[in-house]
């Protein structure tokens, strides 16, 4: 090696700066030699994310960014802010490493145009969402955590156990997944000993991939009103936005739950209330809002039948751990000139004339 790696890394609350430091031991170092290391962390998520016109989803001050990654050669990231003003400011940069599924907070096209690869870590929390995806089906389907909230206040809920308000067990229910990404196939094997039947809509995942996984591929429409729990697992992208609305929500059985551990953007959240309101739905798991958090007046949180959570389906420690895991391999494929695992801008690859 001709120079010592030069590495910034900006870490946060979740995914601490300790837990890069320890993979760049352990993936890049043993090949490439000691690293340089310099480092700074934002408050995340005790203070909430930022959104710009440039990117979303961040957190810091791109001018300190800015000032930390000037001599570096290699960003490592979670919620930093990596704008055009901050690849400006790092002549010697060569690669970005954000450990994120979508890298919202990068400007991935600034980058691809100075050659920059960004790598990321998708799937690195679909284990943590998958778990959490069960409880919440299971608080919400069976009135856990209503109960528990009640008691808190003193009162005692022994009318759930009455007929026409106690919930039913999943055993022997259908259950669709709307996306059939990594999640919802890591999903299947929870779901299956509960002896849940499982339809899936997914337009880009192959029909030979839900077979091999004994899950019944199904339109949307054929999926809504044959599901008694419908849970969200769609990307979104511009076709997704608002994907599920009033007519989705019509569609459904009467007395179905709906789950949502995706994404606030998914889902058109005024619609869901009045399904809720008139009774049409039995119940909803949330974890995701259109705004985050929510105002306080919400309509939605004034409904007893729905289960909300802070969008913490994916806050495990080890999805943190494995984030800075992926991003650092791929570092090291890199400066050792193997192919990368993931890449989102294989553009950023291709030699410059």
């Known amino acids: 090696m001709s120079k010592q790696v030069r590495v910034a890394v900006i870490g946060d609350q979740f995914v601490r700066t300790e837990l890069f430091v320890d993979a760049l031991h352990r993936f890049l170092e043993p090949e490439m030699g000691e690293a340089s290391v310099v480092s700074m962390n934002v408050p995340w998520p005790d203070t909430?994310?930022?959104?710009?016109?440039?990117?979303?989803?961040?957190?810091?001050?791109?001018?300190?960014?800015?000032?930390?990654?000037?001599?570096?050669?290699?960003l490592l990231t979670h919620v930093a802010p990596v704008t055009q003003a901050v690849l400006d400011a790092a002549p010697?940069?060569?690669?970005?490493?954000?450990c994120r599924g979508g890298p919202v907070n990068v400007n991935v096209t600034a980058a691809t145009a100075r050659g920059i690869p960004v790598v990321n870590a998708p799937a690195r929390n679909s284990q943590a969402v998958a778990e959490f995806t069960i409880g919440l089906i299971l608080a919400e389907c069976r009135g856990i955590a209503r109960a528990h909230a009640a008691l808190c206040q003193g009162v005692w809920l022994g009318d759930l156990y009455r007929y026409d308000r106690t919930g039913r067990e999943l055993r022997g229910q259908t259950i669709g997944l709307v996306g059939f990404g990594a999640i919802a196939q890591s999903l299947v094997a929870y779901l299956r000993p509960f002896g849940l039947h499982i339809l899936a809509y997914d337009p880009f995942v192959p029909a030979a991939r839900c077979a091999e996984l004994g899950v019944e591929q199904v339109s949307l429409d054929e999926l809504l009103a044959r599901a008694d729990i419908v849970t969200l697992h769609a990307r979104v992208t511009p076709q997704t936005v608002g994907m599920i609305g009033a007519a989705q929500f019509a569609q459904m059985k009467p007395g179905a739950y709906f789950i949502n551990t995706a994404r606030g953007p998914l889902v058109d959240y005024d619609a869901l209330y009045e399904a809720l309101r008139s009774g049409h739905l039995a119940g909803a798991g949330i974890d995701c809002f259109p705004e985050e958090p929510p105002p306080p007046d919400w309509p939605l949180l004034t409904l007893p039948n729905v289960t909300?959570?802070?969008?913490?389906?994916?806050?495990?420690r080890n999805s943190a751990e494995r984030g800075p895991e992926q991003v650092t391999r791929d570092v090291a494929n890199f400066f050792a000139g193997r192919p990368l695992e993931f890449c989102v801008n294989a553009a950023a690859l291709t030699p410059r004339r």
Do not use: M, W
């Not at 909300?308 to 495990?316: E, L, Q």
């Open 48 to 74: 909430p994310l930022q959104y710009n016109d440039e990117v979303k989803e961040f957190l810091g001050d791109p001018r300190e960014v800015a000032q930390l990654v000037q001599d570096a050669d290699v």
């Open 92 to 98: 010697n940069l060569r690669i970005i490493g954000c």
């Open 308 to 316: 909300v959570t802070p969008h913490i389906a994916g806050a495990s």
